[in-house]
């Protein structure tokens, strides 16, 4: 046993012992442990060497003390990092404090189902403009020189010729105006009025406007694409009805009422007992409006609409002000 006779084990273990609980750092103890206890340590030579009992005994013993001072300085270590954590104000032990996870606000959540549904029908999406040409949101779209929405008391101009835009309509202007038809386009949108903000008025809110244009379009086309969405939105038992209305740029001009998703149409809080609930403004695109994009309103036809996008998250949650939206309470906006 040329190993064990030439090595003073005792003073081995000593030093092994002293260099293990001196390490200061999780690298310096993995070098002890090396160093002393690893496969080409003097202890481990000597090991594979042992003949006979009693030296394996003492070999034995010295290596198993040694990796119990191996695990101990560790832990050690583990402890001072705590300590020099807590001594620097952070408590380590303490169980971190639960991070909220973000969400899509619920606006944003009812436009991209709106999107989605419209995709589906082979509709394209547009992203439209915010500001507007006092030209694409008002002459283009046939609104005379005097209608009371050009004012100034009504709409927020940035100069003479440019506004912030009154509703999405001049996406249509755009769309007809940069594409060649068959167009069949959605643009959802903020859109800006000078109105004082309550429960059911807000400066800016959002619209989604619809056009299609193509050779043999009907009214039954409207009819079946709004009935086909209120479905898709509110459910497959849905009906919708045509009321006659007047906008400058569709003609006929229609207002679209969906039955109630609530009561079925038997009549509710939500669709004021009426069984209906009113959804916004469409019609045929007035030959006029054709004529100001250089199309031609014998060869082209189209249908329009423009629906907001606050009320059918109000109507589907019960929400009563408009002004929740914007407020941004996290409180609020988290149970969506
Ligand atoms: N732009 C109209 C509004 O804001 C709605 C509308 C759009 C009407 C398209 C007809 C066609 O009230």
């Not at 000078?194 to 050779?215: G, I, M, Y």
Request: hydrophobic share 40%; proline share 4%.
């Amino acid at each position: 046993m040329d190993s064990l006779a030439a090595v003073d084990w005792t003073a081995y273990e000593t030093q092994a012992t002293a260099a293990i609980g001196a390490a200061l750092a999780d690298s310096e103890l993995e070098d002890a442990r090396v160093h002393w206890l690893g496969r080409k340590s003097e202890l481990a030579l000597a090991l594979r060497g042992v003949r006979d009992k009693e030296s394996g005994m003492l070999l034995n013993g010295i290596r198993g003390r040694l990796e119990e001072a191996v695990q101990h300085r560790e832990q050690e270590l583990r402890r001072l990092a705590y300590q020099h954590a807590a001594e620097r104000g952070v408590d380590v032990t303490i169980p971190g404090t639960p991070v909220k996870r973000g969400r899509l606000h619920l606006l944003t959540q009812i436009r991209r189902e709106i999107e989605d549904i419209f995709l589906g029908l082979g509709y394209e999406v547009w992203d439209g403009a915010e500001v507007s040409t006092v030209w694409e949101n008002f002459d283009a779209l046939n609104t005379d020189a005097g209608h009371p929405s050009r004012s100034t008391l009504d709409t927020f101009y940035l100069d003479d010729d440019t506004i912030l835009r009154t509703q999405t309509s001049p996406d249509q202007i755009r769309a007809m105006m940069t594409r060649k038809p068959p167009i069949y386009m959605v643009s959802p949108g903020r859109v800006y009025r000078r109105d004082t903000p309550d429960a059911t008025h807000s400066p800016t809110f959002q619209q989604v406007e619809c056009l299609a244009v193509d050779r043999g379009i009907t009214l039954a086309d409207l009819r079946g694409t709004v009935l086909q969405y209120f479905r898709l939105l509110f459910g497959p038992e849905r009906e919708v009805r045509m009321r006659t209305s007047y906008f400058p740029f569709t003609e006929p001009s229609v207002e679209f009422d969906v039955t109630c998703f609530l009561c079925d149409g038997a009549g509710c809080a939500v669709c004021k007992h009426s069984g209906w609930i009113e959804m916004g403004g469409a019609g045929w695109v007035d030959p006029d409006v054709f004529r100001n994009v250089d199309l031609d309103p014998e060869e082209w036809q189209g249908f329009a609409f423009g629906f907001g996008i606050e009320r059918i998250a109000m109507l589907r949650h019960g929400l009563p002000d408009l002004r929740a939206f914007w407020e941004n309470d996290i409180r609020v906006l988290e149970q969506f």
